[in-house]
């Protein structure tokens, strides 16, 4: 698997540093588990974060810091169980982090024809999560219309490919999208692609047809 596509900078950094929400953190560990690039990034990263650390004076924590602290965990620990887990068998269709939030593979999914040629199926998230994950199959041909994003959004693509202004995306490549940018994404592959989309705020179809979906599609 040849990736090219990859997060933007800023994006690993805020990964390293765990202030990416719940969907993008999911999507990057997802994409970073086949990249050894990004793997040697991380790590780089995390590098110089330590290094950063060791100049910072101590800090006291306040007596109940500790306790806090718990609690936190035991509520993400009850949030986490209520996503469905596989009984670890591997499966090369989907990077380990995804893997766990499916009973099957993608053979298995129950798809939601949702407009022509698309199909969605929604992943768990926590309820703290502020983004949304979503599974799309899109059939080969399928022009998806013209449209912008609300905020922030990461697609990862695990089967087939699309090509759109930034390129050609195919198994294991990340596209990095925020709210400056629009592109239409058009499937090139002889088979569906499947991809999963991490987002914060809906899409913003720019033509008619697109904004009269975009209730239906839900992304």
Not at 13 to 32: K, Q, W
Not at 115 to 133: E, M, N, W
Not at 138 to 144: D, E, F, L, R
Request: proline share 8%; hydrophobic share 40%; with cysteine.
């Amino acid at each position: 698997m040849k990736i090219v596509h990859h997060p933007d900078s800023a994006t690993l950094v805020s990964y390293a540093a765990g202030n990416l929400d719940e969907g993008f953190a999911t999507l990057v560990a997802a994409h970073i588990a086949s990249c050894e690039k990004c793997q040697a990034a991380l790590r780089e990263i995390e590098r110089v974060g330590g290094a950063l650390l060791d100049t910072v004076d101590a800090t006291p924590m306040s007596p109940t810091a500790l306790e806090r602290t718990l609690s936190r965990l035991d509520s993400e620990t009850a949030d986490e169980h209520r996503a469905p887990r596989t009984n670890g068998e591997k499966r090369p269709d989907l990077p380990a982090p995804l893997a766990r939030l499916l009973k099957g593979g993608l053979d298995d999914i129950a798809w939601k024809t949702v407009a022509p040629g698309v199909s969605k199926h929604p992943l768990p998230v926590s309820r703290a999560a502020r983004s949304r994950l979503t599974l799309l199959k899109i059939a080969p041909g399928t022009k998806v219309p013209d449209h912008g994003h609300g905020g922030m959004e990461l697609t990862l693509v695990l089967k087939g490919s699309y090509c759109d202004a930034f390129g050609r995306f195919a198994p294991g490549d990340l596209a990095d999208l925020d709210e400056h940018v629009e592109h239409q994404p058009i499937v090139d592959s002889p088979e569906p692609c499947v991809c999963v989309v991490a987002t914060e705020a809906p899409t913003r179809f720019k033509n008619v047809f697109g904004r009269i979906l975009q209730p239906i599609v839900g992304i």
